[in-house]
């Protein structure tokens, strides 16, 4: 009997000391994390780099001060949209829709035709015979490669803890040399909205209720408070005359209550006021009804008219000129921010060739294309821009008579900072002498900071004028 009391004693302290030495539940699961993470980088050819310590972490300067608590965050329900919702307006209003697919891309105009991996129909449009070059008064045009001036100063790289998203595109077949990526036009999609001018908009009008577009008010917002459809938190200057402007953008997938409804982060050159406000903008985007999935895409988006018809986004109108093959203006991404992980980024830049020269779009290092200077006129963004915009907006429908749950940015606040919010470093602009400068004069400005905020920062190092955005959308204090 004392032998068997000896080795039951033996036994439970082996048992004591394998538990002691098992990893914890919170180990294991980071480990199967990162492991997937890794993996995820090994197919789309990214190289994992080793974590260091980040910029300074934001102080909690939000209205929300108190510990890392989601208690007044509701669950997120599965995001709504009805893929067979049609607004358009009459019989008439379809047939011009209809119209526009059947024509914008001519059949001559295209090398070969390509699915992407996330199912888009793409068309390899011959450069020289793209649909910009159809514009009246572009007959004569010669196409442009890259700039012909050289901005002046250091390059932002990516920091040891960031890592680059690349685009779905980029990971199958692309189309050839002296070709561009262009979407195809879906007719489901179109009758989406009211008629074909609500399409090229940035805010069609059944997102803003009865509120006109394009009349003369200030370009922000239509109505203030957390009741306005367009809301947003940004990070802004004016009177500062200059040729463009950069941000490195953390990517995020958030979470769109309706399809109706998106969520981006972006940047800003513009110029005008009233009417005549002139703007060009490039970031990315979640927006199911222009796109049909809730995957986060590149876009970019520009307009003549205060948010009129005159514009549109992506190459959905006869504006920019693509001259890059390897990128898909609204193409989705492959990989996200991480919630406490991995932060994966985008850089772009708005660049104005010179006085004289083109609104020239740059993604990561790649010159992409251009919108012409002919498109903007003197009162607007035809010499130059004089006022620079960064962070992010959503869209509220209010159609459930609250406070929509979609987030912006990461749906987490400024206070909870990196590896948690949404952010924007190296905000930068060019001079009008042709050289970067740190946006030191931004200022902050959100609809409603109960809803979504912004908290600005300075680092005396790589990241220069930075700040973290976003917010969950409803709570107690957001209705």
Known sequence: MRENVKLVSLLLILVLLVAACAPTPEVVEKAVKETVVV??????????????????EAEKGSVRNQEDDDSDIPDEPIPEADEGIRRVIDDDEYERMLKYVETYIPEDTVVISITSEDGDSIACVDV????????????????????????????????????????????????????????????????????????????????????????????????????????????LQTGLSNWGVESVINLWDPYTEKGAEFSLSQIWASRG????TETVEAGWQEYHDKYSDWRPRLFIYFTPDNYGSGGCYNLDCSGFVQVNNTVYIGGGFTNFSQDGGSQYIIKLLWYKDGTNGAWWLRHGNTWVGYYPRSLFDSNGLRNNADRIDFGGEIVDTRTDNRHTRTDMGSGYWPYQSFRKAAYHRSARYVDTDNFYQQATGISRTVTDRECYDLSLHHSSGSWEQYFYFGGSGYNTNCQ
């Open 39 to 56: 993996e995820k980088e090994v197919e789309v050819e990214v190289t994992k780099v080793v974590e260091v310590t980040p910029e300074p």
């Open 128 to 235: 020289f015979a793209q649909p910009a070059l159809r514009r009246p008064g572009m007959e004569d045009h010669v196409i442009q490669f890259e700039p012909e001036n050289i901005l002046e100063g250091k390059e932002v790289e990516p920091e040891e803890s960031e890592l680059r998203s690349i685009q779905l595109y980029q990971t199958g077949e692309m189309c050839p040399e002296e070709t561009i990526p262009i979407r195809y036009p879906d007719i489901d999609i179109l009758v989406r909205f009211r008629t074909l001018e609500d399409y090229f908009r940035k805010y069609p009008s059944h997102l803003l209720g009865d509120e006109p577009v394009g009349d003369g008010k200030d370009f922000h917002a239509p109505r203030v408070g957390s009741s306005a459809r367009h809301q947003y938190a940004v990070a």
């Open 273 to 276: 006021s009233g009417a005549s």
